[in-house]
């Protein structure tokens, strides 16, 4: 059984802090974890600066190894790993479980990807010397690394989005050096990962400051690591409050760096006429699921339902009422995150023209479903009702019209998700609202839940603000790669002084 020893790891070396703070797991024994320092972040910034130098030039064989080394390492764990991460998080052991899977799966994607050499972009314009009135120079363009990239652990997955989750493969596989920031929630977690990390590293031959966890406790120590000069990109998942406050930091910098926030949505659906008609208790009963997954806590959750009032809506109501009253309280990852979710409820509970369909009982780290209705002019007239609650809450909306239900589509900010679920009657109902769905989110889908996020070449995850702070970036699939490059051309350079992956023309 792993025991966390409790030491942050920086450049190859545990290193104790001056001061502890307890976890706070949902069951099992409580452990002490060194506090992060502001000197933590200077020492592991000017190690990752100075692995920069050696692994910023590996070859994309040597990178894979060590993504697949990573991996090996992780799945040497795998029982300890689920035995700590249900003790801290209070998630089930099928749903870490299949985290692990997701985790090791997307960095060996990650290693088969770079393998093929596409990411790089690579251009080439050969020389026109006789060219008239002027001539072309050599140029040859390519994708390089940017530097050292700061990774922040998310709360709602402690592998795939945390310490060797998809930000750290992503910037391990275009050749950058991360540090990590643990999150606090699920230390020990982020401890063992780090240790199968390191394994790896050692395993490699890698430069031992390409990576380094310092975990959590004092939030000064984020806002030091999005400052620090030799930091050159950040990857973040978690609150838009807390998001925003780095992204503003970034952007504040002498060098202002690029800041990946993913930071949240409401991830509507838009329930079209003949599919209400036809199938509208099986998709109640399909939201209420989708809608309850995980206690409702990932960032693809489907809080709101938009469909035209009537009998059919009603009976989509009682569907889904009857569906979510079903459905047990589940624990919660951390108490601050149950305490959020019902202040989230009073908040829409209060709206004036808000109707409560359900409503339960939760204790300090539990949730239960919530389900509300109101009408298409009060979410319109609210701004508040557009607001992520995260947690197992749903709130219907009726509209009156295709054109109110257009209204809804453009009013919505930016989302990670929409959905459309139609039937072929639908067709003109769905032209009209696709192109306007299409600029709202990242991924749009028909006729399924958003709450599978599938680790693919062609997968978005990200979308206009306040989805994520970069509208052209994807935080999940291979395409989470090129946040961490930056394109270089190379004019009239001699063969044997180009990167190798230009050296052929």
């Known amino acids: ?59 994309r064989a040597e990178r894979a190894a060590f993504l697949n080394a990573i991996a090996d390492e992780i799945e040497a764990r795998a029982e ?15 749903r870490l479980q299949g985290e692990h899977g997701r985790t090791t799966g997307q960095l060996r994607l990650f290693a088969d990807h770079i393998l093929k050499g596409d990411y790089l972009d690579r251009r080439y314009d050969a020389a026109l010397p006789d ?15 940017l530097g050292p990239v700061a990774v922040f652990g998310a709360s709602n997955f402690p592998l795939a989005f945390s310490t060797a989750g998809g930000d750290t493969a992503a910037a391990l596989a275009a050749g950058c050096p991360v540090v990590v920031k643990g999150h606090s929630a699920h230390p020990g977690t982020g401890e063992i990962v780090a240790e199968a990390i390191l394994a790896a590293i050692t395993r490699c031959g890698i430069h031992p400051g390409v990576f380094s966890l310092i975990q959590g406790g004092n939030r000064e120590v984020g806002a030091a690591l999005v400052q620090h000069p030799l930091i050159k990109a950040v990857g973040f998942t978690g609150s838009l409050a807390g998001g925003r406050a780095l992204f503003d930091l970034c952007a504040a910098r002498p060098e202002p760096i690029p800041f990946f926030g993913e930071l949240g949505s409401v991830n509507p659906m838009f329930i079209l006429d003949a599919a209400l008609a036809n199938r509208g208790t099986e998709i109640a009963t399909g939201w209420a699921a989708s809608l309850t997954m995980g206690a409702g806590q990932f960032c693809t959750n489907p809080g709101i339902a938009v469909l035209r009032a009537g009998a059919e809506a009603d009976r989509f109501i009682d569907t889904a009422t009857a569906a979510l009253s079903a459905v047990a309280p589940q624990t919660m990852l951390t108490e601050g995150i149950a305490s959020a979710y019902q ?11 808000v109707r409560e369909l359900l409503t339960t009982s939760c204790n300090t780290r539990t949730a239960a479903p919530y389900l509300y209705v109101t009408e298409a002019r009060t979410w319109l007239d609210n701004e508040i009702l557009a607001e992520e609650v995260f947690g197992p809450l749903g709130l219907v909306i009726t509209a009156d019209s295709d054109a109110e239900m257009l209204e809804i589509a453009r ?26 769905l299409a600029r709202k989110a990242g991924r749009v889908l028909a006729n399924g839940f958003p709450t599978g996020v599938e680790v693919s070449d062609t997968m978005v995850h990200g979308g ?5 702070t970069n509208f052209g970036a994807t935080s999940v699939g291979t395409l989470s790669i090129r946040r961490f490059l930056r394109p270089v051309c190379y004019q009239n350079i001699p063969a044997a002084l180009l990167p190798e992956d230009l050296r052929q023309g």
């Open 1 to 59: 059984m792993f025991t966390p020893h409790g030491n942050h790891l920086i450049a190859g070396a545990w290193a104790p802090g001056d001061t502890r703070f307890h976890s706070a797991p949902a069951s099992g024994p409580s452990h002490q974890f060194s506090v992060g320092r502001v000197s933590d972040v200077t020492a592991a910034a000017e190690a990752a600066e100075d692995a920069f130098a050696s692994y910023g030039s590996t070859s």
């Open 80 to 94: 300890d790993i689920t035995a700590i991460g249900t003790q801290e998080t209070g998630l089930p052991e099928a």
């Open 131 to 145: 060219r008239a009135p002027l001539p072309r120079p050599d140029l040859r363009m390519m994708q390089r690394p």
């Open 343 to 353: 202040d989230g409820q009073r908040r829409v509970a209060a709206t004036a023209g």
């Open 411 to 436: 009013a919505l900010q930016g989302q990670l998700t929409c959905t459309l679920h139609l039937d072929d009657g639908d067709t003109a109902q769905g032209q009209a609202l696709l192109p306007v």
């Open 464 to 468: 206009p603000y306040p989805a994520s």
